[in-house]
Each structure stands twice: as structure tokens, then as C-alpha cells.
């Protein structure tokens, strides 16, 4: 990679809106954040009645290329995703970029080849201890995003943990990667998708809105521009979701909520990421995550290392 930049951009919203926000952070940095993954983090902490938040309370971060950034908890994820590209980002291919220089700038979207926006509702990655173990031995050059970031290819434009059909098919929100040709989809400003003439990427009011505005035609872009969208789940491998009859897929139903997919609740080892908050009707993903989480810390703790 030349001049040692890094190829992906991560931006991880925060906010501490369940019980479980805090140690879904935690987790995420202390298994999957490294200074030499190849990856720029950028985590964006919503406030609380505008208060800033004590970043020597929030877990660390590798020096050179993992940063806080503080913002007023409004415009939900995607909201506050276009927030920061219009504050801290050049290389928007929708926007003239003006000559002065912005002391903002931190990032110029077209050094990067991938992007991935996720949330604090979510608790990962998990990956079974045979597949590190295969991963480690075999040398290969992977990270915990490579499950996902190798599926994007000239067709595949947005890849996530699950696929809900519920309203129209899409790639479900708290977990998304895609490349600059997505993002530039994304991007586009107008209502394209079914979204609203303030564009994807803007500050909704409502958790409805941003799910109509913002979730929903981030995935009928990508299809309409003629490119697929994909996901970690065995149901939906190589599914053309542009296809009329694949539109009510799982019967319109939401995966992730418990007994949600043909009567089966999410496992961490198919998804990477389960969502894990105080909703009681997404209880066994999370509990089932937390497990896994407890056995593979007992494993170091007591350093069975006998065999």
C-alpha cells in the first residue's frame, strides 16, 4: 500500500443508550482493534444532553490509527455518519471541494478502498477457535473484516452480518461494509432508493425515519444500480435479491429477534456480530454470545495449555 496508508475506514457509532452499549465497545477493541490491521477507526461518541463524554472513562485505543470523536446525540447512525463526512472528510465525488483547507480534515474518503460503518448495539466478532486456529496456522494474510470484505467483488457492493426482508430486502444497518464504488451510491445526493430528497446520509428526527430514509435505501440503491447485496447467513448465500420472488424472503420477518429465522435464533459463529441490548425479544443470540465470550476467557484464565 503506498505511503503506508491504511485501505479501510472504519466509523463505529456510539451511544450509550442500553446496559450493554459500554461492553459491546469494549469487546470490539480489545479482540478486533490493532494498530497494524490496515484500518483507520474512527469512533464518534453521542452525547447525552450535550455533555461531552470523559474519554478517560472510554476503553483505549491504539495511538496512530484509532481516534474519538465527540458529537451531540441527534440524527441517529447514519445521520451522524454523513455528519462527520461532511465535517472531517474531503473525496466526497458528489462535492466540489473547495481550496481552503478545513483544520477538520482527518480522512480523504478516496485514499480507501473499503468502508465499514457499525454500532454499539452489537457484540463481536466472534470466530470459532478452530477457524483462528486454521486462520494463524495457515499464515494467511486475514483480519477479522476479511469474512466480509472478500465478498465484495465487481457484483457485490454491500455485504453485512444479516439480510431482513422486512418491508424490502436489505442489508440490516448495524453492520455494513461496502467499497468506494458503494459509498459512492450512497453518497448520491437526491432521493434515489426511497429515500427522502435530503439524501441517505442526512439527520432524521425519528428512529422511523432514519429506518426509512437511511436503512432502507442504502440496500434498494445498491439494487437499482445493478449491483447485489450479501450476507453471513447459510439461508442467503448467492440469493439475487433484485429478483421479485426473492423480495419475502423468512416471510417478511426480522432474523435477528429470537426464534426469527425459520424458528432459529442468530449464532455468533455464523454472523460475526449478534445485536446485544436490553430487548427482551433478542435474548439468545446475546446470551448465546456472551457464553462464548465467558468460555473463551476462562480458556486464558486458566491458561489450559496442557495438551
Known amino acids: 500500500n503506498p505511503k503506508n496508508l491504511n485501505e479501510i475506514l472504519l466509523i463505529y457509532v456510539y ?36 455533555k ?8 483505549l485505543l491504539p495511538k496512530k ?12 447512525d447514519y445521520g451522524t455518519i454523513g455528519w462527520f463526512i461532511n465535517n472531517y472528510a474531503i473525496g466526497n465525488p458528489w462535492k466540489k471541494e473547495t481550496s481552503s483547507t478545513n483544520s477538520n480534515i482527518k480522512v480523504n474518503l478516496k ?6 460503518f457499525m454500532n454499539s448495539s452489537i457484540r463481536g466478532p466472534f470466530f470459532p477457535p478452530y477457524f ?4 494463524l496456522e495457515a499464515n494467511l494474510n486475514y483480519y477479522w473484516y476479511s469474512v466480509f470484505l472478500r465478498r465484495i467483488n465487481k457484483k457485490v457492493k454491500l455485504v453485512g452480518c444479516t439480510i431482513s426482508c422486512e418491508t424490502v430486502p436489505h442489508v440490516q444497518s448495524y453492520f ?58 447459510t439461508k442467503y448465500q448467492t440469493i ?12 417478511n420477518k426480522n432474523p435477528y429477534n429470537d426464534k426469527g429465522l425459520e424458528n432459529t435464533s442468530l449464532e455468533p459463529y455464523e454472523v460475526v456480530f449478534v445485536k446485544s441490548n436490553d430487548l427482551v425479544f433478542l435474548k ?6 456472551k457464553l462464548y465470550q465467558k468460555w473463551m476467557e476462562d480458556v486464558k484464565i486458566y491458561n489450559r495449555s496442557s495438551f
Do not use: W
Not at 452499549?21 to 444532553?49: G, M, P, S, T, W
Not at 485514499?111 to 465499514?116: E, G
Open 132 to 135: 483462528i486456529q486454521l486462520v
Open 111 to 116: 485514499q480507501y478502498k473499503y468502508f465499514i
Open 65 to 76: 490509527t484509532a481516534y474519538y470523536i465527540q458529537h451531540e446525540n441527534k440524527c441517529f
Open 52 to 59: 461531552p463524554i470523559n474519554i478517560s472513562s472510554m476503553p
Open 176 to 233: 455494513l461494509a461496502t467499497d468506494f464504488t458503494g459509498l459512492s451510491i450512497i453518497l448520491k445526493p437526491g432521493n434515489s432508493g426511497g429515500t427522502s430528497p435530503e439524501g441517505i446520509l442526512a439527520c432524521y428526527p425519528t428512529k422511523d425515519h432514519a429506518t426509512i430514509n437511511s436503512e432502507l435505501p442504502i440496500s434498494s440503491r445498491i439494487l437499482e444500480s445493478g449491483y447485489m447485496i450479501d450476507c453471513l447467513l
Open 15 to 50: 451511544a450509550n443508550a442500553h446496559s450493554h452499549a459500554y461492553e459491546n465497545l469494549k469487546y470490539f477493541i480489545n479482540q478486533a482493534v490493532r494498530e497494524n490491521d490496515n484500518v483507520d477507526y474512527y469512533f464518534i461518541l453521542q452525547q447525552v444532553d450535550n
Open 240 to 251: 439475487d435479491f433484485t429478483k421479485p420472488y426473492n423480495r419475502f424472503c423468512n416471510a
Open 284 to 289: 439468545d443470540a446475546r446470551d448465546k454470545g
